[in-house]
């Protein structure tokens, strides 16, 4: 994304081109960005080749997830509901795997149906319910035991899954026990050991610590493991000068590690895969002026995008049109839903707006769309995908009377 003559465009079409054509709130995604991301990724691990599961929590357009199928990924689903559509954007079900705590027994049933690669488990509860349902249907079903490896990503407390006072896997000692009971089952097969620590972690030594425990727990159980599932989390920049992920120091340790334990390594990235590869395009509706600042109320809201009420998470914001002149207030950029937490942020020295003006929240890809809701009765907005020149409508904006 960049400004050509003053006028900010998404590949090769302009901004204000879109939001005239298409209305606001809109919501665009780059195809260049997502190839990049994508084969950055599979260079960073080239040297051991991972299977990389789209965590499909991140974005569940079905378009958009069928565009990163044909890059040979699989995904990672946490409902019935995803992994649905997984296997309808055609993605393999031997690259589909089943994480998270609460999995009912329609879903269990619903995945061994499936014939996906792993379902996850999070407990012991969860592995019984596996076995029960494995035994009627006379099958083997693999799966992973989550390990909660009580490790702190140095990430934000809403999106932390791996310290103990988390709800995520289990701690060693259960491990220890249920690698047991995996053992003795006739309807289990033991493939994986999965870990995921958080979401936006941009610190590579989280995942070193949480290697040397994943590594030491092997050892204590004389188990064999096919794969070992490292979640995602992998975070990206968010504000300018702000700090990268080390890729290259976290495939090291992957590579020391693998040294002793030669397992296939699965990935579940999300964010790090589309999240700079959205964009929302918003119309100013009016500027409210207060004493010390300024309310734009824009027609985008946090139910168009989650993330700031909901984390007090920030994205940047651009003009669609440049211009020279600077507000000497501050602009405290809002949306028109009845709930004080429907901000997005607060500017100083932002470029002067006017009323009916074009502006963009950036890194919107991950958790914007999927996070969405019809609160206040609003319509979701449409979801473009632009290659180039191309603009293709992935998803047709919702009309009111599909909500009543």
């Known amino acids: 994304m960049k400004y050509i003559k003053k006028k900010l465009t998404i590949e090769?079409?302009?901004?204000?081109?879109?939001?005239?054509?298409?209305?606001?709130?809109?919501?665009?995604?780059?195809?260049?960005?997502?190839?990049?991301?994508?084969?950055?990724f599979k260079k960073n691990f080239k040297t051991f080749s991972p299977l990389i599961c789209f965590a499909i929590k991140s974005n569940t357009n079905l378009n958009l997830i069928r565009e990163i199928k044909k890059f040979g990924l699989g995904a990672d689903v946490v409902s019935m509901g995803e992994l649905m559509m997984a296997l309808k954007a055609g993605i393999n079900p031997k690259k589909i795997v089943f994480s998270g705590v609460g999995k009912t027994s329609n879903e269990i049933n619903y995945a061994i149906d499936k014939k996906i690669l792993l379902i996850n488990a999070e407990s012991k509860s969860e592995i019984r319910e596996?076995?029960?349902?494995?035994?009627?249907?006379?099958?083997?079903?693999?799966?992973?035991?989550?390990?909660?490896?009580?490790?702190?990503?140095?990430?934000?407390?809403?999106?932390?899954?791996?310290?103990?006072?988390?709800?995520?896997?289990?701690?060693?000692?259960t491990f220890l026990q249920l690698v047991n009971y995996c053992k003795k089952s006739k309807n289990i097969n033991l493939e994986c050991l999965s870990v995921h620590i958080g979401s936006q972690i941009l610190d590579y030594k989280p995942y070193e610590k949480m290697l040397h425990t994943i590594d030491?727990?092997?050892?204590?159980?004389?188990?064999?493991?096919?794969?070992?599932?490292?979640?995602?989390?992998?975070?990206?920049?968010?504000?300018?000068?702000?700090?990268?992920?080390?890729?290259?120091?976290?495939?090291?340790?992957?590579?020391?590690?693998?040294?002793?334990?030669?397992?296939?390594?699965?990935?579940?990235?999300?964010?790090?895969?589309?999240?700079?590869?959205?964009?929302?395009?918003?119309?100013?509706?009016?500027?409210?002026?207060?004493?010390?600042?300024?309310?734009?109320?824009?027609?985008?809201?946090?139910?168009?995008?989650?993330?700031?009420?909901?984390?007090?998470?920030?994205h940047k914001i651009l003009p669609s049109i440049k211009r020279n002149q600077i507000s000497k207030k501050i602009y405290e950029f809002?949306?028109?839903?009845?709930?004080?937490?429907?901000?997005?942020?607060?500017?100083?020295?932002?470029?002067?707006?006017?009323?009916?003006?074009?502006?963009?929240?950036?890194?919107?890809?991950?958790?914007g769309m999927s996070l969405s809701s019809n609160y206040n009765l609003?319509?979701?907005?449409?979801?473009?995908?632009?290659?180039?020149?191309?603009?293709?409508?992935?998803?047709?904006?919702?009309?009111?009377?599909?909500?009543?």
Do not use: W
Request: proline share 3%; aromatic share 8%.
């Open 12 to 40: 090769n079409v302009k901004i204000h081109d879109i939001a005239k054509k298409f209305n606001t709130p809109t919501y665009c995604y780059s195809y260049s960005q997502l190839k990049k991301n994508i084969n950055n």
């Open 130 to 173: 596996i076995d029960r349902i494995a035994k009627i249907k006379k099958r083997k079903i693999q799966i992973g035991i989550r390990l909660n490896p009580n490790t702190d990503a140095k990430t934000l407390s809403q999106i932390s899954t791996g310290k103990k006072e988390n709800k995520f896997g289990v701690n060693e000692k």
């Open 216 to 314: 030491k727990i092997i050892v204590k159980t004389n188990h064999k493991f096919k794969f070992i599932d490292l979640g995602g989390g992998m975070g990206i920049s968010y504000e300018d000068n702000s700090k990268k992920l080390n890729y290259s120091k976290y495939n090291i340790a992957i590579k020391k590690f693998l040294k002793k334990n030669s397992s296939k390594i699965i990935f579940e990235p999300g964010r790090s895969i589309v999240g700079n590869v959205g964009y929302l395009i918003s119309k100013v509706i009016y500027i409210k002026e207060n004493d010390k600042k300024d309310f734009v109320i824009l027609d985008a809201a946090m139910n168009d995008l989650m993330r700031p009420a909901l984390y007090g998470a920030i």
């Open 334 to 367: 809002v949306g028109p839903i009845c709930e004080s937490t429907d901000k997005f942020t607060s500017l100083k020295k932002f470029q002067k707006l006017k009323e009916n003006d074009i502006i963009i929240m950036c890194d919107v890809g991950a958790y």
């Open 378 to 404: 609003r319509p979701k907005p449409a979801e473009l995908l632009i290659e180039g020149s191309k603009i293709k409508v992935i998803k047709k904006r919702q009309k009111h009377t599909d909500l009543m």
